[in-house]
């Protein structure tokens, strides 16, 4: 069974510019977060999305946007890039059983420098 | 609140001792705890995780308890080998159960000194 998969791997933007990451997950999870990832802050929460809503959403600007799509993959948007921005994002998949949480699946991230 | 407090951020130890990882929770809804193991460059696994309705849970060299009423729960490695060198992050679900959360740690950077 295929994982989680990221693309691109690595992006490197200029400052101002906008990008958008993708994310698809394991192949029956409807469930997909977002985080972003710096070595002074850890794992942070950007967004949660579950058959094409947004549930969940985490304390980053407007400038950061989401969405899924009806086969559960989904797109992370940032637009007008700053430096601070420069972070590993990971998209994490889970199966989604009632009410109960299970095991979060992480993909391998894609690597954005802001320059 | 949604603060998950993870200690210490740093943890040396000898192969062969044991380590121990601490975290807080503030949302005293949270019902899923897993901890997650993240090696240099590569992306977080999961190791273990554990649901409120638990107090403590194993595998192997590897143990998990959870204390609900002070809110807290603690990552047990015994036997310590070289490979289990890492970052260890902790999480904790938070919101309604129809739309929860995980919440993440900073993250404990495990060495193990040979």
């Known amino acids: 069974k295929a994982g989680v998969t990221q693309t691109p791997r690595y992006l490197i933007k200029t400052r101002g510019q906008q990008v958008t990451l993708s994310c698809s997950p394991i192949?029956?999870?409807?469930?997909v977060s977002w985080y972003q990832q710096t070595p002074g802050q850890g794992l942070q929460f950007l967004f949660e999305?579950?058959?094409?809503?947004?549930?969940n959403k985490g304390n980053f600007p407007g400038r950061f946007s989401g969405r899924q799509f009806s086969n559960s993959r989904s797109e992370m948007n940032v637009s007008t890039l700053e430096l601070g921005d420069s972070a590993l994002y990971l998209c994490?998949?889970?199966?989604?059983?009632?009410?109960?949480?299970?095991?979060?699946?992480f993909g391998q991230g894609t690597r954005l420098t802001v320059v | 609140g949604e603060n998950v407090e993870q200690h210490p951020s740093t943890l040396s130890v000898q192969e062969g001792d044991s380590a121990v990882i601490k975290c807080t929770y503030s949302?005293?809804?949270?019902?899923?705890f897993p901890w997650y193991k993240q090696e240099l460059g590569k992306r977080p696994q999961l190791i273990i995780d554990?649901?409120?309705?638990?107090g403590e849970k194993k595998d192997q060299r590897i143990a998990v308890t959870l204390n609900k009423t002070a809110k807290h729960f603690s990552l047990h490695i015994t036997e310590t080998q070289p490979e289990d060198s890492a970052v260890y992050f902790c999480?904790?679900?938070?919101?309604?159960?129809?739309?929860?959360?995980?919440?993440f740690g900073q993250g404990t950077r495990l060495t193990i000194n040979p």
């Open positions: 192949s029956g999870h409807r469930s």
């Open positions: 949302d005293s809804a949270s019902n899923y």
């Open positions: 554990i649901r409120s309705n638990v």
């Open positions: 999480a904790a679900s938070i919101g309604d159960q129809g739309a929860q959360k995980l919440v």
């Open positions: 999305y579950f058959s094409e809503t947004q549930r």
């Open positions: 994490a998949s889970s199966l989604w059983v009632s009410r109960f949480y299970t095991e979060a699946f």
